[in-house]
Structures are given as structure tokens and as C-alpha cells.
């Protein structure tokens, strides 16, 4: 089912948006600021604002430039992405910190890579798979941390609880997967709001226990017919009714969205209204 659908993970995902032409080290770099930049940002955006850097940094998207670049001018290059202005400052001081202690390149550890400002293990996870081929961890973000809660995999309260929980029984060759896989499939059909089960195979199948399934609603269809009949020698005209019940399928996303319990109140109870005091 993943695989029929294109989501923006796949073709602008932070691990697809360093310039292969560029050198080893510079490519892990490109990497590194890349997620730095995705958070709390759409792919999309994400992907353009790499390519102002590629395209405008003088001498080209590496750690000279990053030294180089005004912060303004960096600021003005990533402007679309979420909280830029703190972003082009951990960037910068990233730069630094790279030049003095790891000797111009990104660091090849978890350790080295949380203690750069504005990387969290998220993003580290995901840097050590991408940048340097070691799968140390499972990234886990909102997409992953939702749905495999969605599935009752576990019950967890954050992504490092879920990245835990994961780790734990999920087999290390599918740590590399997993995220892009879940990433993608919450993109296009589990979204945050507004699921799209009435696509989902899963479902369908009913494998997914947090489904909104499809429901037979019933609606009555009134035929109205005039008969004549004859009565004490003459002849009266009769309106009869008939009612006929007819069944039809709803599909999941045109039910109300009141019916739908947001993701995020997963485990808590249904929020009932209140009678009014009389």
C-alpha cells in the first residue's frame, strides 16, 4: 500500500537533499543542516530552502560558507522554514563547534551530535542513517510516535518512550525503514486530522484498530401513488404512501468530524456534553 503512494518524504525527505556532487564531507553536512532546518517544517519548504543554500552560499554549500554567511543573509535564505530566526543561529554556532572540536566535519556519534544546539536524538538517529550508513537508533517524530500508538503497539507519552518501545522488539535491519515508511504513510493516508481509512488496506482488512471503518447508514424512501377506488357507486381517488428502507455505506472520511477522536486523545476518555441545569 506504501509503495503505490508518493509522499513528500520520498522525493524531499532530509536525507535525499545533499548535492551528491559535492564531496563525502560536505554531503554530511548538507544532511545535518537539513534536518536541522525539517523541524517543525513541511518537507516542502524544507527542500527549497536547501536549495537557496546550494544555489546562493558563496563557493558553494560547505563549512567555509557557513562561517562566511552573514547571519541575515543565512536568515533570509531559510526565511520559509519554522522558527528560522533560532535556526540560523544554531546553525552558526553548529558551524563553529564543527570547526573547533570535530575538525570539520559532523560528528559520528549520538553523544557529539546532541550536543550541537538544536539537535535532539530525533534528529541524530536519523543523521547517523543518513550521513554516516549506522542505524543507532530508530528516528521517531509525531508521524511515527501517532500511528504506532494508533495501532496499540504501545502506550506511550513522547517520542523517546516510543523510540524505547520500538527498540525493544523491533528487528535492527527495519530500524532504517520504519520511519520513512511510517513518515510517508502519515503524510498521505493517516494523516494527523482527517484520516483517510476508506483508502487504508490496513482498514479495510481490519488490521488497524483505531480505524473509523465505514458505516451502513439507512435513509427511508417514500413512493407517493393515486389509486381510485369505488365507493358506494362512485369512484374516490386515494393517495397511498409506501416506505421503503434502503442501506448505503458511508465512506470513513465523509463521517462527521466530530465523530473522529483526534489522535492525540488517544487513552483519555470521550468528552461528554453536559445537561443543562433546569
Known sequence: ??????APV????CESLADTKDSPVDQR???????????????????????????????GFNLRALLGVEP?????????VGFHNNKTKYIKQTAEILRDK?????????????????????????????????????????????ITNLWGWHKTRNPEETRAALEAWLPRD??????????????????PVGRKCGECTLAEKGLCPGAIVAKK????????????AEVGGGTVEQEVVNEVKVEHNVKAEDMPEASVMDIEDIGKPRRTRSSRRR
Open 72 to 80: 541575515a543573509r543565512l536568515n533570509s535564505l531559510i526565511e520559509k
Open 217 to 228: 447508514q439507512t435513509t427511508v424512501k417514500r413512493d407517493r401513488t393515486t389509486v381510485k
Open 174 to 191: 527495519k530500524w532504517h525503514a520504519i520511519n520513512h515508511l511510517l513518515v510517508g504513510f502519515g503524510q498521505t493516508i493517516c494523516l
Open 29 to 59: 553536512l548538507q544532511t545535518l543542516v537539513a534536518l536541522m532546518l525539517s523541524s517543525q517544517t513541511k518537507d516542502t519548504v524544507t527542500s527549497v530552502a536547501m536549495k537557496n543554500l546550494q544555489d546562493n552560499l558563496p563557493g
Open 102 to 146: 570535530f575538525d570539520g566535519d559532523i560528528p559520528d556519534t549520538i553523544e557529539g551530535l546532541v550536543s550541537l544546539p538544536g539537535v535532539g536524538p530525533k534528529m541524530a538517529y536519523l543523521c547517523m542513517s543518513a550521513a554516516w550508513g549506522r542505524d543507532e537508533g530508530i528516528g521517531v517524530d509525531v508521524h511515527v510516535h501517532r
Open 10 to 13: 520520498d522525493t524531499m525527505g
Open 1 to 6: 500500500m506504501r509503495s503505490r503512494v508518493v
